[in-house]
């Protein structure tokens, strides 16, 4: 399972808090230029970010900035989770599913945004982006995700909220739902996926359906 977007409902402080670090140093990002990065890991989306606004931009001081205003908010407000991940996570205990979150944040921020949402143990495997060669849309984190389970990953099924996600799900060979948090899925987020869902809630019935079914491949 991914983590911001699809577990917890992040994305609009993480929004807020780069646009008002950068507005701060003197730039503008707008919506959709942030859309652009959503579900990328960090360094990936600080290259686009230089590559938008220039080599001139104060990078280190947008490095300090941005993470003082998103620790900030969510120190106030805490981190609400997403529509049915309860559910969906009791669902998983009662038929004793083996879970991991695979998450392009890095390990200290994963930490932290579990434990602001109530969830501080919950997972037992946590593989964040600091933790493989490649970030989203490789499908590295994923791979990893399934080593650590010791699953095949054609055995596992990823919940994905971004493109970057469910291509890198896929990549690795899982059974990839699609569940779109802020933007309406590319025509390759939709290709790449197994299922293209509304909510936790009808995911919990798509894994029903593969649990029940012997052999999964059938499904597709």
């Given at each position: ?7 917890l409902d992040?994305e609009?402080?993480?929004k807020?808090a780069?646009q008002?670090?950068a507005?701060?140093l ?7 230029f942030?859309?652009?990065l959503v ?13 938008r606004?220039?080599p001139a931009?104060?990078?280190e ?6 993470p003082?205003l998103w ?5 106030q ?5 997403k ?5 969906f996570?009791?669902f998983?205990d009662d038929?004793g599913?083996?879970?991991a979150v ?8 994963a ?8 969830l ?5 495997i946590i ?16 791979v ?9 990953p054609?055995?596992?099924?990823a919940l ?6 469910v291509?890198s799900a ?7 739902l699609?569940?779109?948090?802020w933007?309406t899925?590319s025509?390759?987020a939709?290709q790449a ?5 509304a909510s936790?809630h009808?995911?919990?019935q798509?894994?029903?359906a593969?649990v029940?079914?012997a052999?999964?491949?059938?499904k597709?």
């Open positions: 399972m991914d983590m911001d977007g699809l577990i992040t609009p402080l993480y807020a780069w008002r670090a507005a701060d003197g730039y503008e990002l707008d919506d959709s942030y859309l652009t579900g990328r890991p960090t360094q990936d989306c600080e290259e686009a970010l230089l590559r606004c220039g931009f104060p990078l001081n947008f490095r300090s900035r941005w003082e620790r900030l908010e969510v120190t407000a805490g981190i609400s989770t529509p049915g991940l309860l559910e996570l009791s998983i038929h599913l083996p879970v695979a998450t392009s944040s890095d390990a200290d921020y930490t932290f945004s579990l434990q602001q949402a109530g501080d143990g919950r997972f037992g593989v964040t982006g600091d933790q493989v060669a490649r970030g989203k849309p490789a499908p590295d984190i994923y990893e995700a399934a080593r650590r389970l010791e699953i095949d054609a055995h596992c099924v994905e909220d971004s493109e970057a996600g291509i896929a990549g690795a060979g899982m059974f990839a699609l569940i779109p948090d933007t899925p025509d390759a939709v996926a197994f299922r293209v869902l936790l009808e995911a919990r798509v894994v029903a593969l029940a079914n052999d999964p491949a059938a597709r």
